[in-house]
Structure formats: structure tokens, C-alpha cells
């Protein structure tokens, strides 16, 4: 299993500003992954931190507004940028690894963004 | 779009009744996983199901894959208080990305 800590775990950022998450991992993997979860809700895939590359964003997220670093194996970053309250969300990585077997995703703690 | 719903949305349960999950997708899965995120943390998983009309158990919870694998479900038995949680399906869809069920939320009453 693979253990992740993110930075910071909370923040409260007034509108217009932005906040960078960092996310580090105590293994060298290859799929990383940036979700979204807003209250009450599901998670909803922001994007796949590609080492070496430019991230790989999906439908409804674009990088001027999410831009993603990945600069090794074990660490990333989510920046969200000029940020409105509709932004207040808990940002979660993830990474992908094996449980036995089988591959699964473990995911970090958590950032819980309160924008006002 | 590819789309995995989950019913109900909430469920409260007495403690020691027991609990079911119901997750449909719109097309066909690879495999479909479990995950269950406790109040204020992150999601954890739990098992995963390839196999059209697998079951599996873990103690006091099964879990079963459709025969068409489009659908899933867990069934909590006998519930206690630790089983508190939102439980999501999530399932691939042929490619690597993971698409997260809507949830159900469980709550127990003591």
C-alpha cells in the first residue's frame, strides 16, 4: 500500500486568490490522480498527473484553472487558481497500486478549501 | 457519458438491522470496486469484483457483480456503529480511469 500526505489539509482563501496542494507519496508511482469532492457529493475526477508531461484534464476542468505540476515519481502539485466560493470542495489525490493483486487507489487525507 | 448511480442516496438503520447498497451503471464494467469513506476522512477500499455474477464476502459484508456486469451490490449484515460511512461503487470502463458512484450514506442509530 502506498502512504500519501497532503499539504495543506485545510484553508480558508479569500476569492480571487490561489491555493497550490501538494501531494507526496512514500513510493515511486505511475498514475497519479487530482479528484474533487464538494460536500455531500461523489468524487469527481479533476485529473491525471502525468510525470514528464503536461496533465491529462477531463471534461469540465482546464488547466489555466487547475494547472498540475508532476515533477518525479513521488510528488505533485494542484494549483486552484482565481478562486470564486463555488471552488470550496475537498481536493483529494490519489495514486493507483496494488492491494494483492489487484490494482486499487489509494488516496491521500484530503485539502478541505473553504472559499468566502 | 459513462454514468455508475447508486441507491439509496442516504439509508439510516437501526443498529443491528441490516443494510444493502445498489449500484447500476449505464454500460458494461471491466470490474467494479468498493469504497468506504468514514465522516471527514477519505475514501478506503475495499474489495473488487471482475467476474460476472461474483460474490464475495468480507465478514459481515457481501458483495455481488451483476450478470451483465452493469450492476453491484453491498449488503451489510447485522450493522454496528463502525459501519457509519458513505459507500461508493467505482468501476473502469475499459480504460484506467475511475468513475466514482454517487454514494450511499449510511447512518446508524445506536
Known amino acids: 500500500s502506498a502512504v500519501i500526505s497532503q499539504k495543506p489539509s485545510r484553508d480558508i482563501c479569500q476569492r480571487g486568490t490561489s491555493l497550490t496542494i501538494q501531494c507526496q507519496v512514500d513510493?515511486?508511482?505511475?498514475?497519479m490522480f487530482w479528484y474533487r469532492q464538494q460536500p455531500g457529493q461523489s468524487l469527481t475526477l479533476i485529473a491525471t498527473?502525468?510525470?514528464?508531461?503536461?496533465?491529462?484534464?477531463e471534461s469540465g476542468f482546464v488547466i489555466d484553472k487547475f494547472p498540475i505540476s508532476r515533477p518525479n515519481l513521488t510528488f505533485s502539485t494542484l494549483t486552484v487558481s482565481n478562486m470564486s466560493p463555488e471552488d470550496s470542495s475537498i481536493y483529494l489525490c490519489?495514486?493507483?497500486?496494488?492491494?494483492?493483486?489487484?490494482?486499487?487507489?489509494?488516496f491521500g487525507p484530503g485539502t478541505r478549501l473553504l472559499v468566502l | 457519458g459513462q454514468q455508475v448511480m447508486q441507491i439509496p442516496q442516504y439509508q439510516h438503520v437501526q443498529e443491528g438491522e441490516d443494510f444493502t447498497t445498489y449500484c447500476n451503471s449505464s454500460?458494461?464494467?471491466?470490474?467494479i470496486q468498493w469504497y468506504k469513506q468514514r465522516p471527514g476522512g477519505h475514501p478506503v477500499f475495499l474489495i473488487q469484483l471482475v467476474k460476472s455474477g461474483e460474490v464475495k464476502k468480507q465478514k459481515r459484508l457481501t458483495f455481488q457483480f451483476g450478470e451483465a456486469k452493469k450492476n453491484s451490490s453491498l449488503h451489510i449484515t447485522a450493522t454496528q456503529t463502525t459501519d457509519v460511512g458513505t459507500y461508493f461503487c467505482a468501476g473502469y470502463f475499459g480504460n484506467e480511469k475511475l468513475t466514482f458512484g454517487t454514494g450511499t450514506r449510511l447512518t446508524i442509530i445506536p
Open positions: 498527473a502525468n510525470q514528464g508531461s503536461e496533465a491529462t484534464y
Open positions: 490519489s495514486v493507483e497500486g496494488e492491494t494483492g493483486a489487484i490494482e486499487t487507489q489509494y
Open positions: 513510493s515511486q508511482v505511475t498514475m
Open positions: 454500460t458494461t464494467l471491466s470490474n
